[in-house]
């Protein structure tokens, strides 16, 4: 199959598509015409956003979604397939950020990080690299954090599993040469991030924090725009976007 060019319509698979950074992701990307397969746990919220998609003559179609069930990603990946017939971009969004001191011993917490944030990205990657393969092109856009450049008080295992996001895919860049691997690095980004888990007082700070500096999800959906939309011989390997006052 020949490369997509910026011009072609493309077949993009979204995780975490219910809200934040992915629904304003696959808004978009639809409204730019691109054909969307939206993946979450929450199936009502991604049925309304295919109804609002569809009245403002989008592409998009959903699926349920657990990142940290191989076979619930496998099934996602499969209903595009099917859908489309190919895979042209898988954007590997879900993600939860529980904050709590380490002192705290949230085990629960730390596993659910890792299941979501790095064995969910994993999954996606092992889902659709033997089509993208196949195909002799293809893109995987991971979404880290700027936490995956930097450390803080209360975020040490948020921090470890945006590093791991990092690591691995410019372990993926290296090994292919037909892929194109993207990692989008968001600062403060208003999303549902903050509101589950994590010890209370952690919590309520970054909210406060996030009140006051948080760029809208739309800002990220534009770089992740523009990374896919990049003829196939240009890989934009990272694009790091926080708000301007952010430190």
Known sequence: MPASTPAE???VLITGASSGIGEATAR???????????????TDRLAELAQQVSATDGELDHHTLDVTRRDSVTSFVDAALNRYGRIDALVNNAGVM?????ADCRVDEWDQMLDVNVRG???GIAAVLPTMREQGNGHIINIAS??????DPTAAVYCATKYAVRALSEGLRQENRDIRVTIISPGFTESELLDR???AEAQTAARAAARQLAIPASAVAQAISYALDQPATVDVNEIVIRPTAQG
């Open 9 to 11: 319509k493309k077949v």
């Open 98 to 102: 529980p904050l709590a001191p380490m």
């Open 197 to 199: 888990g994590g010890a």
């Open 121 to 123: 990205t994993l999954y």
């Open 146 to 151: 700027v936490a995956g450049h930097r450390v």
């Open 28 to 42: 978009h990307l639809a409204a730019a015409g691109h054909q969307i397969m939206a993946g979450a746990r929450r």
